[in-house]
């Protein structure tokens, strides 16, 4: 695996993992009872996106590790998934 194509799977896998993230921990401005004038009542009280973003980076680094292993060692390659794209078998 080269630098860039290092560097554009972690972004990837950093940007997915953003979004399994950031739902959790956030009450809404309604559920907290303090609704600002002209604001979305379901936005949240106490975003802790800093927080969020450490936690996305430590998961996104252990699933580039994984995903950097299978890589680099072949442990998945093109040809065993011969059969998703209709490849007549060969003996």
Do not use: C, H
Not at 22 to 35: S, Y
């Amino acid at each position: 695996m080269g630098i860039t194509t290092g560097i554009v799977t972690f972004i990837i896998v950093w940007w997915t993992s953003l979004f399994l993230v950031l739902p959790f921990g956030i009450k809404g401005q309604w559920e907290e009872g303090k609704v600002k004038d002209g604001s979305e009542p379901g936005a949240p009280v106490k975003p802790q996106i800093l927080r969020k973003f450490i936690i996305t980076t430590g998961i996104a680094a252990v699933l580039w590790v994984v995903v950097y292993v299978i890589i680099v060692t072949n442990a998945v390659d093109l040809i065993s998934f011969d059969w998703l794209f209709g490849a007549p078998e060969t003996s």
